[in-house]
């Protein structure tokens, strides 16, 4: 039960730094803000997003509810792989500024998508609830 709360949280909040700094990121690729090219700025999303994933590797086994056996947690796993790519997309893959805005709006679109299947634990997220 203390791994579970202590995992929950790490989660929790790697998930909210994740989302946060992705913003942060997004608002200064819009703006050509050349703090984007900052060492910290291109490193630190790295490690949030392993912590991220490594608590969520850790809660699976504390519930015993596993990608590729839980329909909810195949979709997450698939969308998190989603909401990662658009994200490079958007910060620097993408050519034009147009091309990284519409990744930028689609990562934030899936990452809606998972908190909604992370609530809902359906792969259809909360549509799946109605
Ligand atoms: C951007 C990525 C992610 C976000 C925003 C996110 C968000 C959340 C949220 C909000 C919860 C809490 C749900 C609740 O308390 O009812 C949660 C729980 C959980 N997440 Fe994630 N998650 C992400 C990625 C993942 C991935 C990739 C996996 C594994 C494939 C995963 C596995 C889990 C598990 C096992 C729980 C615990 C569910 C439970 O307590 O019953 N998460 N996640």
Known sequence: MT????LH??????????ITLF????????TDNVILQHKVTRIAP????????ASAI??????GQYPFV????????LALVAYIV???????RGKTKAQRTIAL???LLVFVYIVSVAFSKNSLGFAGLA
């Not at 913003?23 to 819009?30: I, S």
């Not at 949030?48 to 994933?53: G, H």
């Open 46 to 53: 790295h490690i949030i997003d392993t912590l991220l994933l």
């Open 9 to 18: 949280s790490l989660h929790m909040t790697t998930a909210l730094l994740s």
């Open 3 to 6: 791994s579970y709360i202590a």
């Open 58 to 63: 850790g809660l699976m086994f504390v519930i």
């Open 105 to 107: 709006v689609a990562a």
């Open 86 to 92: 658009l994200g490079t997309f958007a910060i620097k």
């Open 70 to 77: 839980n329909g909810w947690l195949t979709a997450k796993l």
């Open 23 to 30: 913003l942060l990121r997004g608002y200064w690729m819009l």
